[in-house]
DNA sequence: AATGAATGAGCCTTCATTCAT
DNA sequence: AATGAATGAAGGCTCATTCAT
């Protein structure tokens, strides 16, 4: 009996995969075989359904993307203030599904490859666009253009800062000291302005 | 032309030429030949004079470490206040000699690799640990202990922020925009604190 | 032509091919491609399948010594009375299939790797023991343990003596005369003690 | 003050150190490197004095042979009788000056070596005639030709079979327990043959 | 749909050897 | 007399990728 309609399920579990494989070893040099292990079947079949390993790395990255995005859209529905959704955006990036330690480590590993290949750059840009427009539609209502691009530029800076220095603790990642810091930054700069929540 | 005497120079030629092609491509997989043409000599020239990769690669990480630890102590000296000493610490860090692309992609490099080699590691925690120091030296007479950590580690989240995200920029990094929106948030919080400057 | 079941058909070809090579060089300094080409495979695929040089050279040793073991059993089984089973052991060392110029060289490399290899001391010192509890179980009904003892170490001296030897002469060895001058010793010693044959 | 005369001290310096260095690893497979840095000296210094690798070990055999040749010689002439002869040749072979493990070590890597080198192979087979001829000059007296011939060429094989097996062996070799097991062979063939010593 | 078989290309590393000093 | 400097050549090993089944 032939197994029809595999492939999105292959699809899914070689990402997966890699997100675990990658996050292990903290960088994107791993083999096709060791993600093909891990989801249980063989290289030849994740060549056949990504072509190369630069198109499984991308459609990983690509996946990262957009369950963050999904996130950060829920999150941001359930805000009812702009002070709200400033906090919600920062939330989100180390919610318990993001702030792990395998998907940091993937993270970085994409942000490094990003420098060589423009297609993994393109989709970290859109990331980062994505990621400001987000924190500028809560940061608009409370601060001149100005301010609001400062702030909003400063907090992504945070973010991606705690990222990479929880990369350096060995074990779990503290997420509530991280928003702790930040959530200060952002309570200190509104307050700083009289602004109107 | 002598030929006595070419062991430090090869060694500093090789290590430029590490930071300068790991800079260019963004990443630790560069190849031993690579580096070793870069510095115009021989790939078991290289191996000659640092064994192994992993030790050529050690030793440039070394080099940067103590290249950015040599130019903060001249920073600190030349500092009159605690208040300077920060601004110092945080300039340092973006200052011409280190904020260069080159070396922006080293570093990020570095801090991936480092969640597979334990030495790695090891150095990145002593380059973390000198800059909690630093920040701390300037900011323990103007803060209570406790806010001093915080904001001494909100800093460097913002210096490591602004590294990995220049990293996606093309073209020249803009050193000048990160000091500002680091030192804008360092006024804010002792201003907030009708801190003894 | 199928493409299945490979594995046992190559790994024979492999190791066959490793026996040929390293017998016509006198020595395991023979390289992969070498031996992988003999096979008619590339070289990738001995690894593949051996893993290290080192295990593709023991695997050609442990099958050199299964050989041996199994053309003793044969030929101990056909011995009827001890002294043939003494005649027997002797004779097998000596037999066409183990007593050609490429297993006759093969045999040397290996003596002289297991000084550096302590896997392959532990392999040589199997088939040390065998040799010697195969003589034992035909010299312990003719001779007394001690006289026994002693014979077997020297008989076996004798046939790695004879293999050392017969690896300088050119053209093929002569298997003839060394049994007839080890038979020649057996024969003197047994009458000496008039030995119940 | 140029130093003089070094020449012979460093060639045999050097021929120490390499007998020393292949008697450790057990192959011929060490460095110009390590030989030359076992005896004090730049590996350069080495290939001054001796050319190519395949040089000094030509010249380190050829010291082998000649010191076991003397020491064959010495013995020799303190023979009174015949038989004293036999006696003598086959103890010079594991007198403690021969019967070291570096030395057998040395040997049977020189042995495998043969097989790929001709000279080499004549090297050693002027060994093997000078032993032939030396056993021969006792055993002629007292045995008829051709068994001569073949107790000759059995004590042979008898010497080198204890050489290769002693390889096998941990610790320090058991000289005299070779030599009993071969002497005892000599005498029961001399006594079966009521030979006039 | 899935895989074992197979390989080419490339990298790290070692080492004998040469040369200028 | 002696050596540090330097390299070309080669080998072991890995890995992405292809192909026939």
């Known amino acids: ?7 999105p399920l292959r699809r899914r579990a070689l990402i997966d995969a890699a997100i675990a494989v990658i996050g292990e070893r903290g960088s994107l ?4 075989a060791e993600i093909a292990g891990r989801a249980g079947v063989s290289s030849a079949l994740a060549h056949h359904y990504f072509g190369a390993k630069g198109d499984l790395i991308q459609a990983t990255m690509r996946h990262l993307l957009t369950e963050l995005g999904s996130d950060a859209c829920t999150a941001l529905r359930a805000a009812r203030t702009p002070r709200e959704r400033v906090g919600a955006v920062i939330a989100v990036n180390f ?6 330690p395998e998907t940091i480590a ?7 490859e990003a420098q060589q290949s423009p297609e993994l750059r393109r989709l970290l840009k859109v ?3 994505r990621l400001h427009s ?4 809560g940061l608009i209502p409370l601060l001149p253009r100005v301010e609001a691009e400062h702030m909003a530029e400063t907090i992504a ?3 991606d800062g705690f990222y990479i220095r929880r990369a350096l603790r060995d074990g779990t990642p503290n997420a509530a000291g991280a928003i702790a810091l930040i959530e200060d930054f952002v309570e200190l700069r509104l307050a700083g302005l009289g602004s109107r929540r």
Do not use: C, H, N
């Open 1 to 7: 009996m032939p197994k029809v309609g595999m492939e």
């Open 95 to 100: 919610s318990p599904t993001q702030f792990r």
């Open 127 to 129: 990331y980062a666009r």
């Open 157 to 159: 800076a945070m973010i």
């Open 134 to 137: 987000d924190l500028m539609s």
């Open 29 to 32: 040099g791993v083999t096709m």
């Open 106 to 112: 993937a993270w970085l590993a994409f942000y490094v």
